[in-house]
């Protein structure tokens, strides 16, 4: 047989499907919702709100990773047109949404419990929404295509539309993950009304979220904005300015932090910090000098109690 006759043959053998890398994308991002779900995090997650009754941990886990597939599918096929980017994208959050879909058909088929004590009826009714299984099935699929396509489109946005977008989704999460010490933060009667509007007992509500989701995104475009504007200004007067904000904001949080934040949340910096400069003394004596030394532990401990 003759190379030419042997090269059509290899040249075919090497031809993969445009949609394979979508097709393993989503396999890959579905496989970690599937693995998240059946090794309990995601149920233990679940339990902690983000935005009360609106969206829990587990949830916005389940929404990352539907918006990182197609982020994933931006970031690997840049070089192609956005409309194919984005079917891409569609097809491998559909992939991701399927295999969750498989799980949850699978869990209300089989008694998988006995295998995996996380697949429980509980885990069943937050993946689905609780709704019926010939709704939850075709509800997963398109939410994950859709969030396939959402995540493409973030990614290839200008970074002026997708930073501040990000920031106010993160600064969402921080607040409300962290609702309980920022509710003791806010213990005061100034701002009384305010910890009113953001927090309920149970968590940050819906109309907290939104406020804070439009404060960060504004304060994300003016930042963006004031650099923008001081580019034109000599590196030498951008560098001074830059470290004088800083100090001034760092003098400021530590005038005002031991204030608002009260006696609890001092107390517990406080051992961050003895923690930090024992962590910094085994770092200079067994780390970068080598030293097997712990006598350091005995100044640490004078000073701690003097």
């Not at 097809?91 to 399927?98: D, K, N, Q, R, T």
């Not at 959402?150 to 409300?176: D, E, H, I, N, Q």
Request: hydrophobic share 60%; charged share 10%; proline share 4%.
């Amino acid at each position: 047989m003759t190379a030419d006759a042997i090269s059509p043959r290899i040249g075919r053998k090497r031809t993969q499907s445009p949609f394979h890398g979508a097709i393993i994308t989503g396999i890959v991002f579905g496989v970690i919702a599937v693995y998240l779900a059946m090794v309990g995090i995601l149920p233990m997650i679940h339990e902690r709100a983000i935005i009360v009754d609106v969206l829990s941990m587990a949830h916005g886990s389940l929404l990352a990773i539907g918006l990182g597939a197609g982020a994933y599918i931006a970031r690997r096929e840049r070089d192609r047109p956005i409309g194919a980017i984005v079917l891409h994208g569609l097809l491998s959050g559909a992939i991701a949404g399927a295999l969750v879909a498989v799980l949850v058909v699978a869990m209300n088929s089989i008694d998988l419990r006995s295998i995996f004590i996380a697949l429980s009826p509980a885990t069943s009714d937050m993946l689905t929404l609780e709704l019926d299984l010939q709704l939850a099935v075709p509800m997963l699929v398109a939410a994950g295509a859709v969030l396939g396509a959402v995540g493409v489109l973030l990614a290839v946005s200008p970074a002026g539309v997708r930073k501040p977008v990000l920031v106010g989704c993160m600064a969402v999460v921080f607040f409300g993950v962290f609702q309980e010490l920022l509710q003791i933060m806010m213990q005061f009667d100034a701002i009384a009304p305010a910890r009113e509007f953001l927090y309920t007992y149970d968590g940050l509500t819906p109309e907290g979220a939104a406020a804070i989701f439009v404060l960060a995104t504004g304060a994300s475009v003016l930042s963006t904005r004031r650099r923008a504007g001081a580019a034109g200004a000599p590196s030498w007067l951008q560098s001074r300015n830059g470290q004088l904000a800083k100090a001034a904001i760092a003098i400021v949080v530590l005038i005002l932090l031991p204030v608002l934040a009260g006696s609890y949340i001092g107390q517990v910096l406080m051992l961050v910090g003895l923690y930090i400069l024992m962590g910094m003394g085994l770092n200079l004596e067994v780390g970068l000098a080598g030293l097997l030394d712990l006598g350091f532990v005995a100044f640490f401990a004078v000073g701690a109690y003097t």
